[in-house]
């Protein structure tokens, strides 16, 4: 009884909930999907700046958020994209496979986001002529990594 009134306090005052929040952190559930697509944008960048997967799937699981991991397949499928070096590529399969073995991503998840990329490619590749080869190299390279099924490997698009 006591522990209910002193939270009823808290979130009374002015600014509690903000307060609360410092306190206990907010709730994946709570994050805007705005926010959340920037959190694992800023993820998969600074992923390729220090190469720590480690790091990479600590955060991801930070926000919370596991009915949206597939944004970071998207994001993580996008970049290799307009990527034009091999690192990018290698690195980004290296994550999505971390990922996978982890069980930090899950099957239906990784499908989402190849799923979308799918159904975005010819809007990509008005801005990324060669989009349409490179995804199908590396979704070649996801089927052979373990990390997609072969359904949804045959389910690629092609020029």
């Known amino acids: 009884r006591a522990a209910l009134d ?10 509690g909930g903000k307060r609360i929040d410092n306190v206990w952190g907010s709730g994946g559930g709570q994050q805007s ?3 959340l ?6 993820l998969l ?11 990479a799937e600590r955060c991801l699981q930070e926000l919370e958020v596991p009915h949206f991991h597939h944004e970071l ?28 073995k982890s069980s ?9 986001g190849y799923e ?12 990324v002529p060669h989009s349409y080869s490179v995804l199908e190299r590396f979704v070649e390279e996801c ?10 490997r045959d389910l690629c698009p092609s020029r």
């Open 73 to 100: 397949v998207y994001e993580a499928v996008v970049m290799v994209l307009e990527s034009t070096g091999e690192k990018t590529f290698k690195m980004l399969l290296d994550l999505l496979k971390s990922l996978w």
């Open 143 to 152: 089927f052979h990594a373990g990390i997609i099924s072969k359904p949804l």
């Open 45 to 55: 960048k600074e992923y390729l700046l220090s190469g720590d997967v480690l790091e």
């Open 33 to 35: 999907v705005k926010h």
């Open 116 to 127: 979308r990329v799918y159904s975005e490619i010819p809007d990509i590749n008005l801005d």
């Open 6 to 15: 002193r939270a009823t306090v808290l979130l009374s005052m002015t600014k």
């Open 37 to 42: 697509v920037k959190e694992i944008d800023m």
């Open 104 to 112: 930090v991503i899950t099957v239906d998840q990784m499908k989402r």
